[in-house]
């Protein structure tokens, strides 16, 4: 099997994931070729212009036949096409994505590539809320969680050459399950997004409602700024993730709106302490969280 | 009338925001004296050695008997005692608050201190996660809001001044009706606090029901960060403000409790376009915010 650093990588999607991974790699002089693939012609030219590919193309299967390892980058709304448009080019290819819910990603994989046991599903934990290659850097993925969820019959040498791909990146490895996973995430990363749309929302429908001589946002300062920061990611993206992680996006949304009935209990009973625990308990779990991840 | 470089100023609570107004005054040598007082020794000493005030006690008659200007910078819960403790020495005084709810501070002002004319509720829209003398910092209140609240009855000689002092520090003055501060407040800061206290009470109450393998917060990224960071902030102070607040906490807990079962319906339902207004919505909104207030 050849090295890494002889490989050629088709890049599906060369945005902030994408484009990112094209960066590190190429940095390090651990890929032999990256081909950017993607719909917007724009997008692509500044992707070479920035030196983050080699070459590209608009065509999956070109690219897919020229490549040892192609990368799905894209919105999980495209990946039935994208699998689908692989399909007939695809022999000793290794295939992994870097998608935000996996159970839904293996679903696509399964029924586009039906039998094909190199596809391992692989999920950085890294981002933020900017898109295209002009917003992909190098350390994107440092000292980051890299999640994968191999099914029972993933290639495991598939598997390990993707492993290494991400070390290489700088991330941190971890094998899971994908339902786990999901579950997880749908906790910290995909809750969060929906919580920060819905108050944005809610405030901006009041104050249409209202419309006085102020404005509600006009009185809003930096706690609003962090709190609300998500609210400004890819309204597209974050659909996709909830409508393919719903189960447990739905799950998470039980456990918050419970603590949200519970905190309006405590008000309107005027129940001081049990805010008190409520308040406290965040804070000194967040902290904790905080000192541990050096975040 | 004095210059306000001749008078005293008494700062009872020299936490985060008495001691940076007290700082930005002394820097620009606009008061003549700053009396710290408080209940914490240790506080109130390092106050003294970081040059934030000129001396200190913890005898509140003492100090606002020999000042010109009082300001209130304690939580809501500790204002019936102070008011009460320097209602026998109050004559000529002008006093003001800093709270961040106003008709709570002008109830217990009312009934402390009723017949006084020279109380002039204030809110400067500042602060962060941190408390304590050693957070503050002379540029807090710089190009903030700070928004005073006076009654019918309010001296306005008394209003004029403290205008002047917020605008000393740094800040742009708004007037307003008490309970439309509350209710703008309500909204843009208080229920973010709720928001962002509920999930991180919902996610680790979930986790120690689970008691897996792995935590929850370890796959916690940047979003996380920034969007729980305000859960970092002194549960008592945040018991108290959604206490003294509670009415329009409530109703803005109503606007956002529906928003999120607007989601939930529209994730329920499969409905991808209705999901996607409704973040895209809030994109646009935040997004606008931003590029105005420059935040």
């Known amino acids: 099997m050849k090295k890494l650093s002889e490989m050629t990588l088709a890049v599906i999607g060369v945005g902030l994931i994408g484009g990112s991974l094209a960066r590190v790699l ?3 002089g651990s890929i032999g070729r990256v081909i950017g ?3 917007g012609e724009a997008n692509l030219k500044r992707a070479l212009e920035l030196g983050v590919v080699d070459s590209w193309t608009q065509h999956i299967e070109e690219a897919v036949k020229e490549a040892d390892l192609v990368c799905v980058a894209v919105p999980m709304g495209a990946y039935a096409g994208v699998f689908s448009a692989m399909k007939t080019v695809l022999s000793e290819q290794i295939v992994f994505d870097a998608g935000s819910t996996k159970q839904s990603a293996i679903q696509v994989a399964r ?9 391992v599903p692989a999920h950085p934990l890294a981002g933020t809320e900017q898109s ?8 994107l993925f440092e000292n980051r969680l890299c999640i994968l969820t191999p099914e029972e019959h993933t290639d495991p040498q598939a598997l390990d050459v993707v492993e290494h791909i991400w070390q290489v990146a700088g991330s941190r490895v971890l094998k899971m399950d994908a339902s786990q996973h999901d579950a997880f995430l749908a906790g910290v990363s995909h809750l969060p997004h929906v919580a920060a749309y819905a108050l944005v929302y809610a405030i901006s429908r009041e104050a249409e409602k209202q419309k ?3 404005d509600p946002f006009d009185f809003a300062a930096g706690g609003f ?9 890819s309204p597209e993206m974050w659909r996709d993730i909830a409508l393919n992680n719903r189960e447990a996006v739905l799950n998470k949304m039980d456990a918050y709106q419970g603590a949200l009935q519970e905190i ?8 001081g302490e049990a805010l008190l625990k409520i308040f406290s308990d965040a804070k000194t779990r967040r902290d904790a969280w905080v000192k541990s991840s050096q975040m």
């Open 26 to 28: 190429r940095a390090k």
């Open 37 to 39: 693939v993607g719909r």
């Open 111 to 119: 029924q586009q590539l039906a039998g094909f046991q190199r596809f």
């Open 132 to 139: 295209g290659v002009d917003a992909s850097f190098e350390s």
């Open 212 to 214: 006085g001589a102020y």
């Open 225 to 233: 700024r962090d709190f609300t920061r998500i609210a400004s990611s």
């Open 264 to 271: 309006r209990h405590s008000l309107e009973t005027g129940d």
